[in-house]
């Protein structure tokens, strides 16, 4: 069973940068829609970003966008959401989702990692 394993979250002061990384267990990566979202405490959860097949598709939330990069390293079978400018309101667990290109739905989920933004 595929497994999602994100990282590279943390503590960062307000306008901070993290990269945040997503892995998989069966590294195959490469062949999925991938997904970023995150969870704020006491709220729903957000999508962030995606980026399909190719790292020139890709597409944000409007708070993302120019703020926020998603890429892959192929070699790598890795997915990364560069996250700059950061902000308070921006702390939550963020995670990563798969989802084949021909389906809608996200089916496979990570736990999480914490981005705490202190002001």
């Known amino acids: 069973q595929v497994r999602l394993v994100e990282s590279g979250g943390g503590l960062v002061q307000v306008g901070g940068s993290l990269r945040l990384s997503c892995a998989d267990s069966t590294r195959t990566l490469n062949s999925y829609v991938v997904g970023w979202f995150r969870q704020a405490p006491g709220k729903e959860r957000e999508f962030v970003g995606v980026i399909g097949l190719n790292n020139e598709n890709t597409n944000y939330a409007d708070f993302a966008k120019g703020r926020f990069t998603i890429s892959r390293d192929v070699r790598r079978n890795m997915v990364y959401l560069q996250m700059n400018s950061l902000k308070p309101e921006y702390t939550a667990v963020y995670h990563c989702?798969?989802?084949?290109?021909?389906?809608?739905?996200?089916?496979?989920w990570g736990q999480g990692t914490q981005v705490t933004v202190s002001s």
């Open positions: 989702a798969t989802r084949l290109r021909t389906v809608s739905e996200f089916g496979v």
